[in-house]
């Protein structure tokens, strides 16, 4: 995946270690799971970067708002400016896939479309 963060910039974004699948397994080729709360709910944000996989969950007490599994993921790139955060998800198919933007702070938000050229 390119773009795509380091490790430590992650548990900065995410302002906690995550949880991962196997403690022996490489970053890059492990799962990865975060959790972020904020009055808006609560986002779960899982990773599998060699597999080009990002799942994330959007929830309000037990109600499920959004949850999207995304493959052929191309990069991540996290996102910190005046006092909001954003995740921008990249697709290998930029042709018909714009990026998904996830704002973290200070509500969760999110912001995707696609495009079909003709």
């Not at 270690?17 to 972020?36: A, G, I, M």
């Not at 779960?44 to 599994?69: A, K, M, N």
């Not at 990249?90 to 996830?102: D, G, H, R, T, Y």
Request: hydrophobic share 35%.
């Amino acid at each position: 995946m390119l773009p795509f963060p380091e490790e430590f910039e992650f548990v900065d974004f995410f302002e906690q270690e995550p949880c991962t699948l196997d403690s022996e397994v490489p970053f890059y080729y492990n799962r990865h799971t975060y959790q972020l709360e904020r009055e808006n709910g609560t986002l779960h944000f899982e990773l599998e970067p060699s597999y080009s996989w990002v799942r994330c969950q959007w929830h309000q007490g037990d109600i499920v708002l959004i949850d999207l599994t995304l493959e052929e993921v191309r990069g991540i790139r996290l996102e910190k400016r005046a006092q909001r955060e954003y995740i921008h998800i990249l697709f290998a198919n930029e042709s018909l896939m714009k990026p998904l933007i996830v704002k973290t702070k200070p509500i969760f938000s999110i912001i995707w479309g696609t495009e079909v050229n003709c």
